[in-house]
C-alpha cells in the first residue's frame, strides 16, 4: 500500500510551506498525503482502465525491507498550512498522468 499523490498536489503542499517560511514561519517537517494507500494491484487495475490497454502484468515479490505499507496523514499540514489536495482520487490522478502521456507521445523530435 503507498500514498500515491497528484504532482500538482506535491507542488501545492510546498507553495503553502514556503509562503509560510517567506512570510517569517518557522522550519517545519510536514507529512504530505492523503491519508490512505492503493496497492500497487489496484494502481495498475486503475491504469487498465483508464487508459484502455489490457497490457501484461508479471508480479514478484516484496523487496527485502520494502515495507508492507507507507501512508502519509496530512492533518499538520492541512491545520497549520491550510493545505486543501485538489486530486484526491486515483482515477483522476491517473487520467490526468494518461492525458500527459498522450501529450508528450504526440510531440515530434
Known sequence: MRDYIHVTDLVSAHGVVLDHLRGGGASVTLNCGYG?????????????????????????????GDPAAIVAGADRLKSEMGW??????????????WAWERVLGTRSG
Open 84 to 97: 486543501t489536495p485538489e486530486h484526491d482520487d486515483l482515477t483522476g490522478i491517473v487520467a490526468s498522468a
Open 36 to 64: 490512505r494507500g492503493a496497492s500497487v494491484r489496484e494502481v495498475v487495475d486503475t491504469v487498465k482502465a483508464v487508459s484502455g490497454v489490457d497490457f501484461e502484468v508479471r508480479e514478484t515479490g516484496r523487496r527485502p
